[in-house]
């Protein structure tokens, strides 16, 4: 978990992983310069609770560093991923540690996700069972936050990318690579997650997020080795960022 001023929220994901029916796990929560008291409350279940290991960065490094300093000290054979203010449902581990026991075909599993906020949940994901690389072209196919991923998948890409072209979808990036070197996953049917957002938190996204998405894109469609009329997707996410607030809420509610 990269954590980063998520303090009134921090609390209720570790709890969410406390109550866990699988336990043969190790917490590694790594904080991101944060400015409240996300590391102190961090700190405080450290105490607490012998399977945690607290990093801190000197400052703000961004996810994809701060996600590679959790990867160099962990231990498992299998890692999953977390955000610090969302909340993993009782079965997620139990779940996605049955399915890579059972499917050594696949390193990475995950979930669709339940979005909720203040108000309770507003839209939930679905899964489409085995990625294939076209599925790569309209968008990010794979569900990060609630992924569990082969520590060897990992290591053969070296982790993640660090790039400031790849802040907010160095996952994006990163299953790209996973499947250029012959990796696959897997979507569940069900969501085991959780996902603290704002109903229009999408459609506030920077555009120079946008232009990331572009170039990841533009990149990873080669590495994977998708037909050239693929490419012209590059262009989506550049679109969207232009489109009128309200029509882009309502196609993005649609394709859930």
Known sequence: ???????????????SLYAQTFQDFEIIL???GSSDKTYEIALENQKNHSNIVLLKNPHNLGLNQTLNNCLA????EYIARMD??????????ETE???LDEHPEYAIVSSPIIYFDENGEFMR???????????FIPGSPICHAPCMVRREAYEAVDGYSVDKRLLRVEDYHLWFKMYAKGYKAYMLAEPFYMMRDDRNATARRKFKCRLNEAYVR?????????????????LKPIIL??????????LHRRKH
């Open 125 to 135: 994901g679905h899964g489409r069972g085995e990625v294939k690389k076209e599925h």
């Open 30 to 32: 790594c904080d991101d």
């Open 218 to 234: 533009h990149i990873g469609y080669k590495m994977i080795g998708l037909p050239l009329y693929s490419h012209i997707y590059v």
């Open 84 to 93: 610090g203010d969302d909340i993993s449902l009782p079965d997620r581990f």
């Open 1 to 15: 978990m990269g954590i980063y001023n998520c303090a009134p929220y921090l609390q209720e994901a570790l709890d």
């Open 241 to 250: 960022g232009l489109l009128p607030k309200s029509l882009y809420n309502y």
């Open 73 to 76: 000290v962990a231990k498992g």
């Open 97 to 99: 540690v049955r399915f």
